[in-house]
């Protein structure tokens, strides 16, 4: 498991005493032994920018975890007494006990506020140790609580008491984690019926590697497609004419060479909010039976939507001579929430269902399903096949008790029409740790980069070393922006680059994109060489050809006289000009204006002579490397 972690936010100190040293000491009371003893604590994950700060993770330097201090109720979750634990995918927490001892239980306060958030962990593991290197798991549990608000005192018992130095703690976070305080129960001295230690831990288990293509039937790319709101109109609807340039590649004189994504992903936009698609149980509450099927209604309109799709598909593999092909369609189902009181009759009895209802709610859950399933049938594509099911929720609703039940038996139902489930939840959503542990065929983890500004290419990075290690696909994501602005142009660049260099090209990608006729199709037609290079570099990336190659400028230095304007341009030795320049670092001795082309005008300062520079960066492709331009100003 040490090579999963690559934490910087924790400040872990080293354990007074030196690991060598295995003191005892004989007090046979059974106690609490952790009482004002040291711990370290690591992330698995890196942490988001947005968590590194004492409130959302409580550094360990204080001891908070073992100085008895508990919280009180009556303060809530303010209480200074509990330690913080947000998001990060799980946390190991290792605890020096300074003796050999007798240990036989665990003792652990959380904090409990579903409807917040702050719930115990989804899985806790204890193990032992020695040595502090090597390890037994002696205790493998999943926290439950029906509190609604308080406090919860755990606790566990190991079967067996078990002499041990060291005692490891690993916890998968859900969303929050509050502990006011963690006891081991013993002696600190070593007794006749204490078992000795025998190497046995039980790890995270992450795969630490991307999924096989095998998983979803050698399928390597799957697009969504938003083909439904709430006001739809005709600019919602996709037309056969959006969907051939997805389903198959043209170059740049038109022509058809190649197919192109794989699977076509259908969900709604906005079923709730106007502001976009909603994401989470609490905000479908609203929605009823009427609105599924308004849904359901649009997505096999005989004008748009899959029908355009089938006639698509049918139209590439006639001119590809592929006679067999087929584009694989998934299709959503929608979020279900205990709020959804009066869902509405879905099978006839005249009873409406009640999705606070387990029954209920898989009744309803089955039906959307049976109603996805027959529509497809029934009307005979003969260019698509339906992969399965999505799962339009993006992440594991924490404030539902009946939610994961609810998923893992819904799973098990999709899985006996031998049908595939994914999920793409945000970054770092909860229950993403343990997603097979829901039914999950394949997930892709959103990195959410493109869409804020103010997070650094380490959210990217940090997204890809969490896919990898939790076994998940990788998603690229492309704002409506990515054809109008350099900025978000470079930010999608980012992602082909990045997920190029980390092998990405070999696993499961998902591509999210806006309404029709979105934003691949967009860059398509378009006459902007950068832009159409957006389109041109996806399906090298798709069909794993995107490779680098090196670029330089041909023209770095310049000579003006005084007092004299510069206007000229910059070029790279490529004959292509899909390139975007971007000023890294201004002039000293003079002003610029730099033009996403390479255009520049350079103004120096008033009988300003010497040598002046400026530092451009350039992007063309998956290549981006920053380089000076250098100014010579003679005398008059």
Known sequence: METFFNDDYYINTEFTNPRSRNLEKNETEYHNVLKNKEYIIRSVVPLDYRMRNSYSNTQPGNKMLTDGLRAESYLGFDDPAFF????GIAREIIFDLEYSCSVDAICIGFGVYPEYGVTPPNKLMVSLSQDGLTWQTVFVDSPKSDLKYGKMQYKGNFGNKYTARYVKVDLYVLSFIWIDEVEVLGCASTVDDALPLKPGYISFNFPDQFPSTSVLDKIKSIISILNYTKSTNQEQ?????YFLPLVAYHD????????????FQFMPRDMVASWGAYTTSDEAFSYTKKEWLEYLESTFAEDNNLFSLDAAVGEAKTRLFKDNYKAGVLLPILITSPNQTEFGDVDGDGIVENCAIISDRMKVLTWWTELLINRFNICRFKNLKLLGFYWYDESISYDDPDYTNV?????NYVHHKKLKLIWEPWYQAPGIGTWKDFGFDFISMQPNYIWDLDTTIKRLES??????????GVQLEIHPLSLESSVYLNRYRDYLRYYTDAGCQKTICSFYQGIAPGEYYKAYKSSTPSFRSIYDDTYLYVKGKLKHRKIKLKNSHFTINANTVLKSKLQLDIKKSAVVFTTISPPEKGSLELMSDGSFYYYPDRDTTGHDYFTVNYTHSIESQNEKVFICINRL
Not at 252 to 263: A, E, L, R
Not at 463 to 472: N, R, T
């Open 84 to 87: 913080h634990i947000t998001t």
């Open 237 to 241: 609807k996709w037309k056969k004419e």
């Open 252 to 263: 740049s004189k038109n022509k058809i060479t190649d197919t192109f994504f794989d699977v």
């Open 407 to 411: 998923l893992f038996e819904y799973s």
């Open 463 to 472: 997204s890809i070393e969490i896919s990898k290690l939790i076994g998940a």
